[in-house]
T-cell receptor, first 117, second 114 residues
Framework: AQKVTQAQTEISVVEKEDVTLDCVYETRDTTYYLFWYKQPPSGELVFLIRRNSFDEQNEISGRYSWNFQKSTSSFNFTITASQVVDSAVYFCALSEHARNQGGKLIFGQGTELSVKP | DAGVIQSPRHEVTEMGQEVTLRCKPISGHDYLFWYRQTMMRGLELLIYFNNNVPIDDSGMPEDRFSAKMPNASFSTLKIQPSEPRDSAVYFC????????????FGSGTQLSVL
């Protein structure tokens, strides 16, 4: 069965600190997709990144970086030099490739990040 | 594009009343999803449509819940009769083309059933 675990419920850091949000997933499928979404206080969910299971290259986008390791079934998210605007709930999600699973995201419970000035 | 539009943003109703949530997906998107967010259960997929056809409704909690997509630009999620445990934020999302594309979410409807 699919499962996404975000063990960190809440994280609090001071501005300019680096912070890593952990995500561990379970799936029996060999082809799958992993996502991170951000939910700021305004409530809407904002897409951050998608990776497929065959692409283990780490990705960097500005202050954001993602580390995908199939060996440990992890897809961790690091924010470098955090800012107050990064305060939000961050969700990791998994989607399997099967034809009838398209878009059926299984979300983790989310990690609430609080960045204090 | 205006993004996914949901209405109303907030809904307060009394137990037993019918509630209808509305969604307008992004034009050209083939998939439409309804998710529910609660503290206890997190984000759960209720149902999704492909080209206006319901594909998977296994997440719909009970017969009290129903969803329709009469055309490519409009979907509704109806709860009849509503119960206090239905209180949650309901999100609509849409995506384009290939499966497993990123989802674009609406701002959600905060439902409170008293």
């Amino acid at each position: 069965a699919q499962k996404v675990t975000q063990a960190q419920t809440e994280i609090s850091v001071v501005e300019k600190e680096d912070v890593t949000l952990d995500c561990v997933y379970e799936t029996r499928d060999t082809t799958y997709y992993l996502f991170w979404y951000k939910q700021p206080p305004s409530g809407e969910l904002v897409f951050l990144i998608r990776r497929n299971s065959f692409d283990e290259q780490n990705e960097i986008s500005g202050r954001y970086s993602w580390n995908f390791q199939k060996s440990t079934s992890s897809f961790n998210f690091t924010i470098t030099a955090s800012q107050v605007v990064d305060s939000a709930v961050y969700f990791c999600a998994l989607s399997e490739h099967a034809r009838n699973q398209g878009g059926k995201l299984i979300f983790g419970q989310g990690t609430e990040l609080s960045v204090k000035p | 594009d205006a993004g996914v539009i949901q209405s109303p943003r907030h809904e307060v109703t009394e137990m037993g009343q019918e509630v209808t949530l509305r969604c307008k997906p992004i034009s050209g998107h083939d998939y439409l999803f309804w998710y529910r967010q609660t503290m206890m259960r997190g984000l759960e997929l209720l149902i999704y449509f492909n080209n206006n056809v319901p594909i998977d409704d296994s997440g719909m909690p009970e017969d009290r819940f129903s969803a329709k997509m009469p055309n490519a630009s409009f979907s509704t999620l109806k709860i009849q009769p509503s119960e206090p445990r239905d209180s949650a934020v309901y999100f609509c999302a849409s995506s384009q083309g290939l499966i497993n594309e990123k989802l674009f979410f609406g701002s959600g409807t905060q439902l409170s059933v008293l």
